[in-house]
């Protein structure tokens, strides 16, 4: 552990794999009297401030849920604005990313997003491919149910052509099929807002993650409530199961 992960103020470790549900920004609008696009613009203040902090506290990997496969039910017009939020991001945010030395990773069928946005997504994640510091995978039109039922069909495809015997289908060989086999294994789940369900997120890889519902709205979640977070993960007995 280094430096900035001693921080947390405990003697356990921090985790290296930490994923956040980011939850509330159309209610965080909603109390202040502005439309919800507002509480986006906002939200995404926070996850700069909470990327920056994973960093400085040494987490391997971040993983933000920022677009479900269900969200394409809201609006036609809130969907456009959080296109649009998204070129904003990536084309203000990429270089500084680049420069700190994080990979962008995406999981999620964002190929079906429009043209332009397909082919941001692909040089930001080509552009920082080789970055070793940390990971900041972003879920986009992402939905963990269908995630699982495209390594089952991977799995069925391969026996049925003979490279795989149907004995060798074991936990492994499910996870090597999704999108995060190349991740380390989920520690912390983090949703915002006070709701304490998973949305379809993660729910393979959440198996024995740590889960962890706060009451703040995600534009309210920053560099504080981060080290927070942390610092009761660490504060945990993970026993996986045994005494």
Not at 2 to 27: E, K, L, Q, Y
Not at 134 to 142: F, P, R, S
Request: hydrophobic share 40%.
């Amino acid at each position: 552990m280094d430096d900035a992960a001693a921080g947390t103020g405990s003697g356990g470790d921090i985790p290296r794999h930490v994923a956040i549900i980011m939850d509330g920004n159309g209610r965080w609008a909603q109390r202040r009297g502005l439309p919800r696009i507002a509480g986006h613009r906002k939200g995404i203040e926070a996850a700069r401030a909470v990327v920056k902090t994973a960093g400085a506290l040494g987490i391997e990997v971040l993983t933000l849920y920022a677009f479900s496969s269900e969200n394409w039910s809201r609006p036609a017009s809130e969907i456009a604005d959080l296109m649009n939020l998204l070129r904003r991001f990536i084309r203000k945010e990429l270089e500084a990313l680049a420069g700190e030395g994080i990979r962008i990773r995406v999981i999620g069928n964002y190929q079906a997003f429009e043209n332009d946005v397909v082919e941001l997504i692909d040089s930001a994640i080509a552009r920082t491919a080789n970055n070793r510091k940390a990971t900041l995978v972003v879920a986009l039109n992402y939905g963990s149910q269908s995630e699982i039922t495209d390594a089952t069909r991977q799995i069925a495809a391969d026996v049925q052509s003979g490279a795989l015997a149907v004995g060798d289908i074991t936990n492994e060989a499910i996870d090597a099929r999704l999108s995060t086999h190349d991740l380390p294994p989920l520690d912390l789940l983090i949703r915002t807002s006070g709701e304490k369900r998973l949305s379809n997120f993660l729910l393979w890889q959440a198996a024995y993650a740590e889960l962890l519902f706060t009451d703040t709205l995600w534009p309210d979640f920053g560099e504080d409530s981060l080290r927070q977070a942390i610092e009761e993960f660490t504060q945990r007995d993970r026993r996986y199961g045994g005494l």
